[in-house]
């Protein structure tokens, strides 16, 4: 066998020399390199059985010396863990009849979620189960124990079959299943199955230091002071003893190229068989929920945010993988071709994600073999709207009592005897529609004065620095919190107060200023020693949808008092008790509560009164848009539709083409939204009084729609149809986070941005779950 290979290599060597691809793939590639993108890699490419480009570039590692690239280097494979040993482990135990897709966690896992989970295998493997992207990692724990309970009782951040969500933890689970059906650790058990019988004989978990000098070292640990280096480099499987399910196998790019050929062959390798090509078919081709525009298979992706490694040309049906530390796997059965770049961009620190070049190298392939073929029928499981995982709306037809509704109930016991300050605008009513002045005055309180955030007490206006103002039915002085620059409660302005209210409606979005103005006022009421009431209301597009950009720390404003994502899914009485507790703001804080809502409710659902929260927004459909859209309304030459019919449901401009810029979100698939070309002419903001083209957005699935990922593509199309035409520096405050920014402008695709802002979201997560007030 070794002859064979030696064989192959030898005729690898000649065909790079003659490569037709291989001055654009090292051009790619060394270019990356001179840009310290990644210190240096390995590319192997086979096609139709043969290997016919095979070179390494740059340097193994750059410190505590420099080395140089080898082609028969070890990496560290990260999450191709998942494809290379535990999904092909859980192709065997297919076979053997030991496991079955559509059956529960719970009957292999007993103890999973307390034995109560409607997550089945098929959702762990498409990343489609609801569980968070990794276990929490502090404070500090180890054992490979430790980390299975963790994973066995980590509470999902969403129901099974709604939403990817990349998740570790998924084949941390699955790592141990394989490890309970074949009664052998996931390491043995794939040397076994996988490894040997392909001969890969340098593929394992928990390398030996005899091959520590062929190894790429990864990244330089300040505490301790560590290079690794034939030490997994992901934290969570380091601290589970190197060998778990979603990382810690480390492989070299001539025995990967061995695995690839072997899944191309349909699971055969030189005369033996390693599995059934009807396991393999299975595996790679779309398993994930049919009800989504994101495909992938079981291990693998085929279609999805993460896809970027498939390039422009790989026709959707090709499948891959990528690891964190810079490796890469894809493959094409149409043309019988496979791509490896592998390479170690985390040495000696993390970088960003090479996305872009896996992309480059994959196209200059695809273009060399003469790839054409625009797509392959994919079929199983997406052929059909039956299955598990599928996840359908029923919505609920509730009775809900706002905090104002409740108190009022009560009599505004707290409020008797004092003099009150409201801060309210026109969205302050009870159920019947009756203003919150009124019942409070009706009950005997004593409003002592009132308070009007932006759009002033009436909602109707939409300027800077609206005036105080006298309450027309009641002769209660307003005083303006939307005029001049700080826009705070002054002492003036609280004499004499004893109490003071908040009840205004929000959003969900993290750039409406009612949740600012409510911030402001509990340090202002803090500072005099005032007690601060807010009664709380419904978000109205859910408590459970949750979507980045986060905004930095340096981005803090009056249109974002707090590091908060594009939709925090919290009620305005759970972000207060956040603010009061995390900036230590110390105010004597109440929250009166609501009753009977629910964190799924969208506001159809509540049985309350829609009150436009301010001039733009008419609708719940245009509440759920606006955190996406809005992202780029600081535009000067650019149209949400202000001053329209429609406002937030469309967007135009004088530079941009209606059909050629619906055409292109169509082809984008984002989940739950579709797109039509439209002209309007807005009577106020931007373009007032002209005609302009652009494209009208209509919602499909509010459940699967996502605003971030809505804002993402909205930017990276007007970016790449329109070059010039849109800066994104100027909506920095709106978009609020500097590597979105700089990822948009690099031309990264907008679902890979979205995936990685995952991530981001963790510690808020955390922090988020610590102040929810309905469950």
């Not at 925090?568 to 110390?586: C, D, K, S």
């Not at 609501?594 to 008419?618: A, I, K």
């Amino acid at each position: 066998m070794r002859t064979l290979l030696c064989g192959l290599l030898v005729a690898a060597i000649a065909w790079a020399e003659g490569f037709p691809g291989a001055a654009a793939l090292d051009d790619a590639i060394e270019h990356a390199i001179r840009e310290n993108q990644l210190p240096g890699a390995v590319l192997l490419i086979g096609h139709n059985g043969q290997v016919v480009y095979r070179k390494a570039y740059g340097d193994r590692a750059v410190m505590p010396v420099v080395e140089p690239m080898t082609v028969d280097t070890i990496f560290d494979c990260a999450s191709l863990t998942k494809v290379v040993a535990t999904t092909p482990a859980l192709m065997k135990l297919l076979e053997q009849g030991k496991l079955r897709l559509n059956d529960r966690v719970t009957e292999y896992l007993p103890e999973f979620q307390g034995g109560k989970s409607e997550i089945r295998v098929r959702n762990l493997m498409t990343h489609f189960s609801g569980l968070r992207p990794d276990l929490d990692l502090e404070p500090p724990w180890n054992g490979y124990e430790t980390g299975i309970q963790r994973a066995l009782l980590d509470k999902p951040a969403g129901p099974p079959g709604l939403r990817l969500v990349y998740s570790d933890i998924n084949f941390i689970l699955l790592g141990e299943i394989v490890h309970r059906l074949s009664g052998e650790a996931l390491n043995q058990y794939a040397r076994e199955t996988i490894f040997e019988p392909l001969g890969m004989h340098d593929t394992m978990f928990l390398p030996p230091d005899s091959l520590r000098p062929r190894i790429a070292p990864t990244e330089m640990l300040e505490k301790p002071r560590l290079l690794l280096r034939g030490v997994v480099h992901d934290r969570t499987a380091r601290y589970m003893g190197g060998v778990a399910g979603h990382a810690g196998l480390f492989s070299t790019a001539d025995d990967l190229s061995r695995f690839c050929q072997m899944m191309l062959n349909k699971g055969e390798w030189q005369g033996r068989r390693i599995f059934n090509p009807l396991t393999v078919a299975m595996f790679t081709t779309p398993q994930s929920p049919p009800d989504q525009p994101i495909l992938r298979g079981l291990g693998w992706d085929i279609d999805s945010p993460l896809s970027g490694e498939r390039g422009d040309l790989f026709p959707i049906g090709s499948y891959g993988h990528t690891g964190f530390t810079g490796t890469s796997l894809w493959l094409d059965p149409v043309s019988n071709t496979y791509v490896i770049l592998l390479a170690n961009s985390v040495h000696p620190h993390v970088r960003p994600t090479i996305t872009s070049l896996r992309g480059r190298v994959a196209t200059v392939v695809a273009a060399t073999f003469g790839i054409e073929t625009p797509g392959v029928s994919l079929t199983g499981y997406n052929d059909t709207l039956s299955g598990a995982g599928v996840h359908r709306e029923v919505a609920r037809n509730g009775q809900v009592l706002t905090g104002l509704d409740v108190w009022a109930d009560e009599g505004f016991p707290q409020l008797k005897g004092k003099r009150a300050g409201l801060i309210t605008n026109h969205t302050g009513i009870d159920r019947q529609g009756r203003r919150n002045i009124d019942r409070m005055l009706d009950a005997g309180v004593h409003v002592a004065a009132l308070f009007s955030p932006e759009h002033g007490l009436s909602g109707k206006e939409d300027r800077e620095n609206i005036s105080n103002a006298v309450d027309p039915k009641t002769g209660i002085k307003i005083w303006s919190l939307y005029s001049g620059k700080d826009r705070r409660l002054t002492p003036e302005m609280l004499a004499g107060l004893d109490a003071l209210v908040f009840d205004i409606q929000d959003v969900g979005a993290r750039f409406y200023t009612y949740v600012s103005t409510m911030a402001y006022a509990m340090e202002d009421a803090a500072k005099a020693n005032i007690p601060f009431y807010v009664l709380d209301r419904p978000n109205p597009v859910t408590g459970v949808h949750v979507e980045p950009p986060m905004l930095d720390r340096d981005k803090l404003s009056f249109i974002g008092y707090f590091p908060l994502p594009l939709r925090h899914g919290m009620t305005v009485g759970e972000l207060v008790t956040m603010f009061n507790v995390e900036n230590r703001i110390g105010a004597d804080l109440t929250v009166i509560r609501m009753t009977g809502w629910q964190r799924g409710d969208w506001f159809d659902s509540t049985g309350l009164p829609w009150v436009d929260p301010s001039p733009n927004l008419h609708n719940l459909t245009e509440a759920l848009l606006y955190p996406g859209v809005a992202m780029l309304e600081y535009s000067p030459n650019y149209s949400v539709g202000r001053g329209t019919d429609a406002p937030f449901e469309q967007i135009g401009a004088d530079f941009i083409s209606g059909p050629e810029l619906a055409s292109y979100l169509n082809q984008r698939f984002i989940p739950g939204v579709r797109f039509y070309p439209t002209r309007f002419m807005p009577s106020a903001a931007h373009f007032a009084g002209i005609e302009i083209q652009g494209a009208r957005i209509l919602i499909t699935d509010r459940q699967s729609f996502d605003a971030a990922r809505l804002g993402l593509e909205i930017a990276a199309a007007l970016l790449k149809l329109y070059p010039g035409k849109i800066s994104l520096d100027v909506n920095r405050d709106l978009i609020g986070n500097a590597n979105t920014i700089r990822d948009l402008q690099a031309g990264e695709d907008p679902r890979a941005i979205r995936q990685k802002l995952e991530d981001s979201m963790q510690t808020f997560l955390r922090i988020r779950e610590r102040h929810l007030l309905y469950r």
